[in-house]
């Protein structure tokens, strides 16, 4: 039987500058839809599990394109509410080399933005869940969709659906008067895997390895060093049975590398290491991993290191697909991780 998972958050009309433009150049954007919840059911649809993306969206055209987009690849939409003003909207401009890229947030008052607790039924929705995945950017949008994000985590804890988390610290988006280290323990608490990088530990709990510094890596991460930060992760949400961070090494814009690891029954799984030289659109990345690491634990029951794999194997093929989206098999990922790394035609 098909596993079921709930993803909830905010998709966001995506507004990109042509190749490498600078908004001061660019005379037109490419649109297309993104956000970390939905980006992650979307991987997991690809891969042939059952995805539901819950979100509240406006009366409008742009919303009603925006859920045939997610219905085009699968995901399940029937449970979004409609209501309030707005999506939200991003700008982004794709860096390169030395230049990062930058993003320009347009989300203030969107209809998510403005959702408060009992407008969703999540008893209805998780009565045959297997999972349900929320991100720390929820939360940080406003307090209505921070306390919507709880009521949803303590359902699925009553009903026994399992919990994930990407911390995902987003500093531009918490503006409504609370932090993150205010409100994101509370809701942390009731997770059963956490999902952060190098710095999300750090920027949401305090919690940091010995002497690093994510902006100074020159591409090198020593995985090791990282399992302290599980382990107090661990000791701080006794729930969560498995810590995962993603390591990315920035050598530039264009070039990094990437690998993560896994933390469970007091041992660390290290994954392989990538070396992604020509970065097509990074945006999503670990959203990528995320859905790679849901379906890895629920398909590979037991085996971490498969999971951990398949998760990163999934995450660096994304930073080769334009958009939000990482739009891959689980034969391609299964491919990169077998070694086949190639890239030569397929005919």
């Given amino acids: 039987m098909s596993k079921k998972i709930i993803t909830f958050g905010e998709i966001m009309l995506r507004l990109a500058t042509p190749g490498y433009e600078r908004f001061s150049q660019a005379t037109h954007l490419t649109a297309t839809f993104g956000g970390g ?24 055209d742009i919303a009603d394109a925006c859920i045939m987009n997610l219905r085009k690849h699968n995901v399940c939409t029937k449970n979004i509410i409609r209501g309030g003003e707005r999506m939200g909207i991003y700008f982004l401009e794709t860096g390169a080399v030395s230049r990062p890229s930058k993003v320009v947030y ?31 950017i ?50 942390v608490a009731g997770c059963d895997v956490i999902l952060g990088n190098e710095e999300d530990a750090e920027k949401v709990f305090g ?30 949400f006794p729930r969560a049975k498995k810590v995962i961070i993603t390591l990315r090494g920035s050598i530039n814009a264009n070039h990094n590398t990437w690998r993560g690891c896994l933390y469970s029954n007091g041992s660390l799984k290290i994954s392989k290491d990538y070396d992604i030289t020509h970065i097509v659109d990074r945006v999503g990345g670990g959203d990528s991993f995320m859905g790679g690491l849901i379906y890895g634990l629920l398909t590979f029951t037991g085996d971490d290191q498969k999971a951990l794999e398949f998760a ?20 391609e990922v299964e491919a990169l991780m077998g070694g086949d790394g190639s890239g030569r035609v397929q005919r």
């Fill in 106 to 136: 347009d989300r203030a008052h969107s209809s998510i933005a403005e959702i408060q607790p009992g407008m969703i039924n999540w008893r209805e929705i998780f009565k045959d869940a297997d999972w349900f995945h929320w991100t720390g």
């Fill in 37 to 60: 919840e939905s980006n992650v059911a979307v991987s997991l649809a690809n891969y042939g599990l059952d995805a539901e993306f819950v979100t509240r969206l406006p009366n409008n």
């Fill in 207 to 236: 919690i940091k390895p010995e002497g690093f510094e994510a902006a100074h890596t020159g591409g090198e991460v020593n995985a090791a060093e990282f399992e302290s930060v599980c382990k107090q992760l661990m000791a701080k």
């Fill in 312 to 331: 990163v194997a999934a995450s660096c093929l994304k930073h080769t697909i334009y958009g939000d989206y990482n739009l891959v098999t689980v034969a």
């Fill in 138 to 187: 929820t939360p940080a949008i406003s307090q209505g969709a921070a306390d919507t994000c709880l009521e949803a985590i303590e359902t699925a804890n009553e009903m026994g659906v399992t919990v994930s988390t990407d911390l995902n610290f987003r500093k531009n988006l918490w503006k409504y008067g609370k932090s993150a280290s205010e409100i994101m323990p509370k809701l």
